[in-house]
Nanobody, 115 residues
Framework: QVQLAESGGGSVEAGGSLKLSCAASTRILGISEMAWYRQAPGKQRELVARIFEELQTAYAPSVQGRFTISEGAAKNAVDLEMDNLKPEDTGVYYC?????????WGQGTQVTVSS
């Protein structure tokens, strides 16, 4: 079992920045991937960014060039730096970790961007 704790959500005006952090509650081996997803009201959850295999990264086209995913300071931790935020970035952001092919999810943190 992998428990994830997210932090860093909040409210910001368009053009502003926020940093989200996610860390596994215990030092667990075998996590192959960590990612951030988001879900806007009335919409499906969507991938925002992921980090995997030798620190490769991938981004949704809508955030490419504005968001940066990176390893956190601790093992099994990941940060998401979000710059030039837009109102359409508003939603609940969820951290995901994959271990042995099984996904584990955090409880989510709200990000609200006002115009």
């Amino acid at each position: 079992q992998v428990q994830l704790a997210e932090s860093g959500g909040g409210s910001v005006e368009a053009g502003g920045s926020l940093k989200l952090s996610c860390a596994a509650s215990t030092r667990i081996l075998g996590i192959s991937e960590m990612a951030w997803y988001r879900q806007a009201p009335g919409k499906q959850r969507e991938l925002v960014a992921r980090i995997f295999e030798e620190l490769q990264t991938a981004y949704a086209p809508s955030v490419q060039g504005r968001f940066t995913i990176s390893e956190g300071a601790a093992k099994n931790a990941v940060d998401l730096e979000m710059d030039n935020l837009k109102p359409e970035d508003t939603g609940v952001y969820y951290c995901k970790a994959v271990r042995g092919g099984v996904p584990f999810w955090g409880q989510g943190t709200q990000v609200t961007v006002s115009s």
